[in-house]
């Protein structure tokens, strides 16, 4: 099934393979036989990067565990004058909240490094002048409504109406705000009935109605044992419902790379992006132009990677971020 990926120039939908790249050089990219990470080509890559862009579940995090040696590494990369980003796809929490989460794990991260789809969200509907009188309905959690409240918009549903539940008997009408000119779908483990049915109307029954997707991750690390559904899995069943494709902002949208661009100054073919997942993290790296590392900490293995299927190929790969700098020290 094809996306619909915001380009970083004028705002408009593209259309854009799952597996497809950022023009020529993205193609060309993705033909090229990924390597494994080395001593040597470690110090070729951070020779030729002013900037790395992190993933965080799989990569920095699984659940609330830290990934054995992640906190030493950014360390050494700041030492070396390196500017780092936080790119995530999770919508669950704001960037205030994920800054909280970075501090409990003792790794001092600021609001302004973190980059997350439900920011990608609001700053989507502020970027495309979306009207303040306008409001928003989530099915997803507390991060985007705290996003959309910080860019000024008035947002509905999430975590309360997981408690809601619908009474289906005759001549009874499920009633719908019809002020709603947008419904945001993300990650969200208290989905249910009452909230597709919300979602459902407002984009079918409200005119001009966006549908927009953080993201459409198929899983995630929601603990550091196990993957669970991710919000690929909400977004499909309002596909379902409304027979609608949705705007999607997060990875691998390079609708984030506009901002990246704008606060660092840095041309991506300066930039690394690392991540665990080949469709979103690497997808998205390639289609800026940046140089791309994936890491097998997460959701990809080497057998998925290495699958004649796979069309998507990192520059390189290795088994957890830590290893740039073990590999670097030898």
């Known amino acids: 099934m094809s996306e619909i990926i915001i380009g970083i120039g004028d705002g ?10 950022g023009g020529s050089a993205g193609c060309w990219q993705q033909q090229q036989q990924q390597q494994l990470l080395t ?8 020779d030729s990067v002013d900037a ?53 794990l003792g790794i001092s991260v600021s609001e302004d490094e973190i980059f997350s789809s439900s920011f990608a969200a609001a700053m989507f509907l502020k970027t495309n002048d979306f009207p303040k009188e306008k409001k928003v309905y989530v099915i997803g959690g ?12 008035t947002g509905l549903g999430g975590p309360e109406d997981g408690k809601k539940t619908l009474q289906l008997k005759p001549n009874w009408l499920f009633e719908h705000d019809k ?34 997707a953080t993201n459409r991750d198929s899983v995630g690390h929601m603990t ?36 990246l661009l704008e606060k660092f100054n840095i041309s991506t073919s300066r930039m690394c992006m690392v991540g665990d997942r080949l469709d979103t993290d690497i997808l998205f790296g390639q289609n800026a132009g940046c140089r791309t590392l994936l890491v097998l900490s997460g959701v990809t293995n080497i057998s998925t990677l290495e699958d004649s299927s796979n069309h998507i190929r990192p520059d390189y790969y290795t088994s957890k971020m830590s290893d740039i700098q073990k590999l670097y020290l030898e």
């Not at 507390?142 to 918009?153: H, S």
């Open 179 to 212: 002020s709603v000119g947008a419904v945001v779908v993300g990650l969200d483990p208290d989905i249910n009935y009452y909230k597709l049915q919300y979602g459902t109307l407002c984009i079918r029954e409200n005119p001009g109605c966006l549908f927009i």
């Open 52 to 104: 790395f862009l992190f993933d965080c579940d799989g990569v920095i995090w699984r659940g609330d565990v830290l990934i054995d040696g992640v906190a030493d590494t950014l360390d050494m990369l700041r030492s070396m004058g390196k500017k780092l980003v936080f790119v995530t796809n999770n919508s669950r929490k704001s960037r205030r909240q994920y800054a909280k989460k970075f501090h409990s």
């Open 12 to 21: 408009e939908p593209e259309k854009n393979t799952s597996t497809g790249g």
């Open 224 to 259: 550091d044992l196990q993957e669970y559904p991710g919000a690929g899995c909400m977004v499909a069943a309002i596909c379902g419902s409304t027979q609608r494709e949705p705007i999607v902002v997060g990875k691998p949208s390079t609708f984030m790379m506009k901002f």
């Open 142 to 153: 507390e991060g985007i409504l705290d996003e959309l409240e910080l860019a000024g918009y």
């Open 39 to 46: 001593p040597h080509s470690v110090k070729d890559l951070l």
